[in-house]
Structures are given as structure tokens and as C-alpha cells.
């Protein structure tokens, strides 16, 4: 509903329509069977889905949701790692039904994939919630550490 408001205000006043998801730029690697609907809602959302997940398109993207729990052994997998170092938010597909449902939307980094290790370099370095209970373990740890020496 929010985004409908904002849609037809945005019609009423500039005449130009933006979706939710307009200049997302994304990657999908999800089951088969939940992948057209994924790609469904994306694009009426204004956003470009790519055709595959192949290294060429971690330059373009700025999103890659990707599901491997639900992935068969045979179906490829994308390198998360290797996407996250070039700045796509690489992301679990939960994020696109909160980023509609939630307002205002939910940090990105509480939907980070476990294999995108700079994805939460990046929190931490912005100062960002998830990122400051890393820096906390990380204080606490350094506090045991000094007790042994």
C-alpha cells in the first residue's frame, strides 16, 4: 500500500514513475521453482533481473539474492564472495518482502549471506548495528586475551 501511495504521488506530481525497486540491478540464485516469481516481482518493482550470475555481471549488479539451502546439488552456485568484494549487496531473499512490508526498510546488513564476509566488513565500518555487536565481540575478546598475559 505504501508503495502505491508513493507511485501514483509521484505520478500526480512529476508525471515520472518509480518503483520499489527502480535501479536495483539484480542477480538471482534461488530455486528454480521460486525464481520466475521472484524475477515477477522485481521487475514490476522497476528493477533489471539478469539472465544467469556470471562473474561479467558482479560490475553492473547491485543486488544478488541467493538461496543455496534450497538449491539442488546440481545447480550452480554463484561465488558470493567474489560479488560481495566488488560491492553487490549480496543478500537473502527475505529482504526484497520486508523492504516492501517494512517502513522504514530494514537495515541490509541483517540479511547479509554468511559467505559475504566484506558485506559485513562494510557494516563495520559504517558503524551500523550489526557491525557494533562484531566490534563488541571483538573488544570483549581482546580483554580475555589481555587477562591471560
Not at 512529476?14 to 542477480?27: L, P, Q, R, Y
Not at 538471482?28 to 516481482?41: I, P
Not at 564476509?117 to 565500518?125: D, F, K, V
Request: glycine residues 8%.
Amino acid at each position: 500500500m505504501r508503495w502505491r501511495k508513493k507511485i501514483h504521488k509521484g505520478r500526480q506530481e512529476t508525471g515520472i514513475v518509480e518503483g520499489a525497486f527502480s535501479g536495483w540491478k539484480v542477480i538471482l540464485n534461488v530455486d528454480q521453482t521460486k525464481e520466475a516469481g521472484f524475477r515477477r516481482l522485481l521487475q514490476s518493482g522497476g528493477a533489471k533481473v539478469f539472465s544467469g550470475h556470471s562473474v561479467s555481471l558482479f560490475k553492473e549488479a547491485t543486488h544478488l539474492f541467493a538461496d543455496f539451502s534450497k538449491l539442488k546439488p546440481e545447480d550452480s552456485r554463484v561465488d558470493v564472495a567474489e560479488a560481495a568484494a566488488q560491492g553487490v549487496n549480496c543478500l537473502k531473499p527475505e529482504y526484497i518482502a520486508d523492504y516492501l512490508i517494512q517502513d522504514p526498510p530494514p537495515p541490509v546488513e541483517s540479511y547479509c549471506l554468511p559467505e559475504a564476509e566484506s558485506c559485513l566488513q562494510n557494516t563495520t565500518e559504517l558503524g551500523t548495528g550489526f557491525s557494533q555487536k562484531r566490534k563488541a565481540l571483538g573488544e570483549m575478546s581482546r580483554v580475555k586475551r589481555s587477562r591471560i598475559h
